[in-house]
């Protein structure tokens, strides 16, 4: 786009674009606090902490390059085989990922292939964001689920970068807000040239609020690489509980916890060798989890501690990064959070291709595509209170075999839902034989 066309662009935006772009202008001292902040609190990496502002840690390729940019930890697992794909397909292209959090960073750094190269995304900020383009100068650009940064669809699009979003999602809440906004909303959707929804609703729903090109084609974490077990890990865990029932709640959020203390009390009177263990989604919380459940009268012991539960343990706190793999391998039964307060899920897909059988709350609208299935089949039962989950918890721990289907069910099921990897790649290929 030439420099008179962009500038008229800008000033074709609506009232609440320029907004925006002011109010991050103004807040780059803010900004630049929050970083030094989050930095020692370890949220973000102090030797690379240049990169949030646009300033590149790495030479740019020769050659075709793809921008991917992925939010976090499950996002990056998510598109990693995309990765890798795309790569086998064009035996010239780059793909720099990046993300915003130390976790997936430190995820990229394990498993990115040659020819992939990771940075932080730069804050959404007009100098950071063109001084990263002009380093970087991507053919095209792929946003992930609900990663819309004004800014910098705003610049790219000025620079006829071609804009994908891929894996799109929404929640009903963000669905309502950017109804609330539509000249923004079409502003900046409108300039995406292909958006791949995980289903025919949301791409129904993006569509509504100005993209173009919506399409469903499946939801791309279906096809992700299993979370890794680690075997000596794993091994160490059954010992520690040497032989005794246990229960996972994974990704929990604050006041999920509580609920299944109190279900973990109600089995412990029928099973009192029981070992609930309690993974948080955010692991810093461990302690003070740990510190909680103390105080209400459980014999509590926390993994971030090196500790492996005792035998008087009954709530064990695995309060560690990279290790649900591990868990759900050596639970086999697993309730997920994030569902029986209002934050809409976590993804089931991780627990259920390890074969554990998956509880859930109400709360689930961020995965609704893959939970509808597989509660409508059985391959996941509802649970909305402390009596439910240890109602289930012990029926399955007295009825193997019916777990066993439950998890099998979960698997035929999500099998059937899978292929979104392949149709994202044929778009992201046949985008970058179509650019200018």
């Known amino acids: 786009m030439s420099s008179r066309a962009a500038i008229s662009e800008r000033h074709s935006l609506p009232l609440g674009l320029h907004a925006y772009r002011a109010v991050m202008s103004l807040a ?12 020692e609190r370890g949220k973000e990496d102090q ?27 499950g996002e990056t ?16 292209l780059t793909i720099l990922l990046t993300t915003g959090t130390v976790t997936s960073a430190g995820l990229a750094a394990k498993r990115l292939p040659a020819r992939a190269l990771h940075q932080y995304l730069p804050l ?14 991507p053919t095209v650009a792929v946003l992930t689920e609900q990663e819309i940064w004004p800014n910098l669809i705003l610049e790219a699009h000025a620079r006829g970068i071609r804009l994908a979003l891929i894996n799109a999602r929404m929640s009903g809440r963000s669905l309502a807000r950017w109804q609330g906004k539509p000249n923004v ?18 791409a129904g729903a993006l569509a509504s609020l100005g993209a173009m090109n919506a399409a469903a084609v499946g939801n791309l974490k279906l096809d992700a690489p299993l979370l890794p077990v680690d075997a000596a890990a794993a091994k160490a865990l059954s010992e520690g509980l040497a032989g005794r029932p246990r229960f996972l709640a994974a990704s929990t959020h604050p006041g999920e916890e509580a609920v299944i203390a109190d279900a973990h009390r109600i089995m412990r009177s029928t099973l009192p060798d029981l070992c609930t263990i309690i993974a948080p989604r955010h692991p810093h919380r461990g302690p ?15 993994r971030s501690r090196g500790e492996l539960p005792r035998s008087d343990v009954g709530i064990y706190i695995a ?34 291709r390890l074969g554990a059988s998956v509880l859930v709350g109400p709360s689930r609208s961020s995965f609704l595509d893959i939970y509808e299935p597989l509660l409508a089949a059985g391959g996941a039962v509802e649970v909305g209170n402390s009596e439910d989950v240890a109602h289930q918890v012990l029926a399955w721990i007295k009825d193997p075999a019916s777990r066993d289907a439950v998890a099998a069910t979960a698997t035929s099921t999500l099998d059937r839902l899978s292929g979104g990897l392949e149709r994202t790649t044929q778009a992201i290929i046949a985008m970058l034989n179509q650019r200018t």
């Open 28 to 39: 780059r001292p803010a900004l630049w606090l929050l970083l030094r902040r989050r930095a």
């Open 124 to 137: 959404d900020s007009v100098p950071y964001v063109r001084r990263f383009l002009d380093h970087w100068r």
């Open 288 to 302: 003070q989890i740990a510190a909680d459940l103390s105080a209400a009268g459980h014999v509590v012991s926390v």
């Open 77 to 92: 697992n998510a598109v990693l085989p995309l990765i890798e794909r795309l790569l086998a397909a064009r035996k010239s």
């Open 47 to 73: 030797a690379r902490r240049a990169e949030r502002y646009g300033i590149a840690g790495l030479a740019r390729p020769d050659g075709d390059l793809l921008w991917l940019h992925a939010a976090s930890v």
């Open 319 to 352: 309060d560690t990064i990279g290790e649900l793999g591990t868990l759900y391998s050596v639970a086999r039964t697993a309730f997920i959070g994030g569902s029986l307060v209002e934050r809409g899920g976590q993804n089931p897909i991780e627990a259920a």
């Open 185 to 202: 909303a079409k502003a900046l959707f409108g300039r995406l040239d292909a958006v791949l929804a995980q289903n025919e609703q949301l």
